[in-house]
């Protein structure tokens, strides 16, 4: 089966890489840059191109970039040959109506970085079509890639996308926070990361709400203000330890 | 080495069994609440007793309850025979001075529940002593429970204890916000485990900074307002969504 991916991120990266290895054959990399095109498509025997006017047909095109630009394609893809998808959580299935016959949506929810490798059969796929039959194909496809395949709405990938934002953005950021604060006291980071893991391990078998902890859900004031003391020359981050103790307060007084 | 635990609650359950394991003879619980007292005493072939005032000379008592209990409970132990240590990322060592001769500091940083194991072989252990005597003493004994033992001053501890709010607690909250979030659209909360896996994955190899993804710093305003209408019934968890956007695009603006 031939595909072909626009885009040379991360998410094209590792889609690319991982279609590859499932034994598809990827005939052209697309990217408005390009050297990233030339990049990726050397790693998985592609050919390159910046117009995608010159993209030849294949069974599935895979759309991998920043949604704001994937509507912009769209109008230059209206004679292409073969099923179009995009692999946003964010764009509903509709954005394709006005231009594109056959159309679905592959949305791998996790968190990509080029150099960080990721085993895909682990990573859930979303998918959607704008048709059984192209649904069908999909899953199809899907299933060659991963394990944990299923066909999910437009507006329940949005929730799910909105959960992933709090739940791997944030909390990176928090992870950021925290690192932050151990460099200016000349401490080393990785002291946390058994704490961090702990904390993941928990949700596995656990509702997060039932295993929280910490000074916030114990009221526990003198280390709370302690905590503020020791922040006194970081107000931004003073602001965000009272915001995020009031939130668990609030989540848990009943 | 006979020893000695004051509390049994997570931390005191964790430390009592690793102590077991490790060998040393655990003399008695001591709790205010004998029922958690009799459970954990069985649990490691202790005595129980609820009156503080009863405990028996022992090489090292360990107090492991709530930090704003531990002053409270020092002038009872003015006369003990041994090394008294506090299991508290936030309070200092000084909270001995006025009461207790020989005493020290041994903080297990890590996330504690009864009900989920966790290997104590990991977890960091930040060692404090009154004295270069209790010092060797205490690291002697925590190598023996871990592999990651430093010794660590009570302005670091509160440091890495405070990092360890951020890191842990709050993003626990983070995560019940996700799983309140997919709960309300029907879906299951372990789609989000395999992001979450690696959202922790990547900040094991870069510094958490360098790998934030996400659309607040990529200033993906169209995903941000559509995420915020998503959560138009939900004005408290808009109200954090801006913050901590506000905050990723802060931080990495320079």
Redesign the interface.
Known sequence: MDVSIIGSG?VATHLAKALKSAGFNILQIASSTEENAKTLASQVDAGFLTNIDNLKAVDVLFIAV???AIAGLLPQLNNFKGIVVHTSG?TPLDVFKPYVKRYGVFYP?????K??E?DFR???LCIEGGSKEIVDSLMSIANKLSN?V?EISS??R?????????????????????????EK?G?P?????????????????????D????????G?E??IN??LE??KERP?LQE??V??SK??K??HSV
């Open positions: 991360n920043k949604d704001d964010a929810l996790q968190t990509f970085s150099q960080v990721v682990k990573v859930p944990n299923k507006l329940d949005k929730q799910l996308h909105l959960a992933a934002v709090f739940t791997c953005n944030f909390t990176n950021h928090l992870f950021s926070v925290g690192s932050d604060i151990l006291g401490l980071f990785d002291m946390l990361i058994p704490l961090i893991e702990q904390t993941v391990e928990k949700i596995k078998h656990s509702k997060p709400k295993v929280q902890t910490g000074p916030a859900i114990r526990d003198t280390i302690g905590h020791l922040l931004d965000m330890y915001f995020l939130s668990i609030k989540m």
